[in-house]
Each structure stands twice: as C-alpha cells, then as structure tokens.
C-alpha cells in the first residue's frame, strides 16, 4: 500500500510538468505547424506556454507547483487503480485524466473558484482541457509502468 501510494504521488507530479506541461508547451509554441490540419481553429492554442510561476492564492504557492501537488493526488487515485484495476495502465490514465479530472475540474474546482461551471459552454476549452488532462494520465500510467503496480 505504501508504494502504491508514494509510487502515485511522485509519478502523478511528475507527470504534470513533464506530460501535462510538455503538452502545453507544445501546443502554444508550435501552433502554427498545427494549425496546418483543417480541423484545429484559432482558438485551440492556450493562453500561455505553461510551466507558470504566477502565484495562487491562498498561499501564493506557484502555479505548476500547485499543479503538481494536485497530480500527485490524482497519481494516487491512478496507482490504485492500476493496481486493483482490470483495464490496461495507459488506458486507464488516459480516461482517469481526459475524462475524470476534466469533470471534475469543471465542476467542482470551477465552482469552489467562482467560475462558470463546464467553462460556460466552450467546447474548445473542453477539448483543449480533455488533451492536456488525458496527457497528465497517460503519461502519469507510463511513468508507473516500470514499477509493476499490476497485481493483487
């Protein structure tokens, strides 16, 4: 159960600033290559490169390090899960972060901030939040693969 749980955390907070981070970065200063597909609008790009030092309240704590506290909660939750679990690891990060942390920053974390729930209806931040989030989980399983987590 310890591993389970330390293994979680740090691979979970690893996972933010290299997979979710990386994503981010990627997406912001290499736009222009993927704006080339048809299908990517103008305002699929972020608003910022990421990996942001900005301080947030209450603590003034910075940004990605709140971020990677938090992914390494979530990393909790995807350890047990691949441990007890009985879809595959890469999958199941994946789902866990493009689905179940959107939601839930959608509507709980957007409720506690006092901003509009399900980012008031805009399907580009929902998509957008899906990619960066689903990239935190899959990344966060392959961080945990080597660990072999799998068993009873």
Known sequence: M?????????CGALAVVVFHQGTQYVLYH???L??????????FRPASAGFSLRPIPPWGVPQVLSMAFWGGL???VLAALIRWGRMPDLLTGFVLGAVVCTVVGFTLVAQYRGVPMWAGGNTLIWARAALLNGAFGWGAAFLMRPFSLRGG
Not at 2 to 10: A, E, H, P, T
Request: without cysteine; glycine residues 8%; aromatic residues 16%.
């Open 74 to 76: 979530w990393g909790i």
């Open 34 to 43: 993927i704006k080339l597909l048809p299908f990517v609008p103008d305002a």
């Open 2 to 10: 310890k591993k389970v749980l330390l293994l979680g955390f740090i």
């Open 30 to 32: 290499q736009f222009p």
